[in-house]
């Protein structure tokens, strides 16, 4: 999932990481993705998300709402309007 904010004109973006498989640490699979990524593109802050699923609604899609709110508190500058962006599929 990722969220982003707006910051001084611009969207400030975080990339949100569920580890599966017994992976504890998020940093080699971030590192994988941004050699693929353009460097505008790529993850520069991220946070692992501490549940087994994202919060989601009756009809299965992430709860974006609820999702956002817990995200302010986990992010570097939580005052900030972080909202998830809603995927187009």
């Known amino acids: 999932m990722v969220i982003r904010a707006a910051q001084e ?22 590192r994988r993705a941004n050699e693929l990524l353009a460097e505008h593109q790529r993850m520069r802050e991220w946070f692992v998300w501490p549940e087994q699923d994202f919060p989601r609604t009756s009809t299965q899609k992430p709860c974006t709402a609820r999702f956002s709110k817990s995200c302010k508190a986990k992010l570097p500058g939580g005052d900030t309007a972080w909202r998830a962006i809603e995927s187009a599929g």
Not at 15 to 30: E, F, N, Q
């Open 9 to 30: 004109g611009n969207a400030r973006l975080a990339a949100v990481l569920m580890l599966r498989d017994g992976v504890t640490d998020p940093a080699p699979a971030v």
